[in-house]
């Protein structure tokens, strides 16, 4: 599908008037999709097997933690992805302009890492909705063979800089525990990556997208016509 990368950045980070409102409504049916269009779109350029594997993540149990996707990056990872779609309008979000320089994004990265998502002191994530992406998920059907190395990925919309580096995906160094086992996690920031790009229009796979469109098709027919 195809996606206006400005567009986008104004409705999710501008302040713009006219999308007051209208950010719950508009995350909650694109939102997931959206991002895994945009790290495969990221990881494609490298690799081009990079797939979403799945979009149920669960830890086996009828109850518990719920992450929103695997995707699989075609060298041999597979990444435990949990997404979240806070947009500039949100508690802790910030408005960007299109026009903000790289040291400035960097700042304001940097800023919001520490204040809204790392705790430093006990280097460990600061909210538990974001921390349960360190909890080891049952793996997809397909995948089960210890061949693929499994690991976490915290993709956000804000623009975050976990470091001093001017990048939109970071590993994080983590210190192994008995209930978060892995030793590094993965940090991709949607907002980053699409200031960095030049296209105005991109063409991404967005999984369940068409059919939730083709849902919305079904229950508002358009007018037949003359």
Not at 23 to 32: A, D, N, R, S
Not at 37 to 56: T, W
Not at 139 to 166: F, I, K, M, Q
Request: hydrophobic share 40%; glycine share 8%; proline share 8%.
């Amino acid at each position: 599908m195809s996606v206006n990368r400005l567009e986008l950045l104004k409705f999710m980070n501008s302040g713009d008037l006219d999308a007051n409102g209208h950010h719950t409504g508009m995350t909650g049916l694109i939102g997931e999709p959206l991002a895994v269009g945009l790290i495969l779109d990221c990881l494609r350029q490298e690799h081009p097997n990079a797939a979403c594997v799945s979009m149920k993540v669960t830890t086996g149990a009828k109850k518990g933690p719920r992450l929103d996707a695997w995707i699989y990056d075609g060298q041999g990872t597979l990444y435990q992805t949990e997404i979240k779609m806070w947009g500039g309008n949100a508690i802790g979000g910030v408005y960007l302009a299109p026009d903000t320089s790289k040291e400035k994004l960097r700042e304001i990265g940097q800023r919001q890492w520490h204040r809204w998502i790392w705790d430093k002191e006990k280097q460990v994530f600061q909210e538990a909705l974001v921390q349960k992406v360190l909890r080891p998920m049952q793996r997809p059907a397909g995948y089960e063979s210890d061949a693929y190395r499994v690991e976490p990925l915290l993709c956000l919309w804000w623009l975050v800089h976990p470091d001093n580096t001017d990048t939109n995906w970071t590993t994080v160094p983590l210190t192994p525990a008995p209930e978060f086992p892995f030793p590094q996690v993965h940090i991709f920031s949607l907002t980053r990556y699409l200031m960095g790009l030049k296209e105005e229009i991109l063409h991404l796979e967005l999984p369940l997208l068409g059919q939730r469109f083709a849902w919305l098709d079904r229950i508002f027919p358009a007018p037949p016509g003359p």
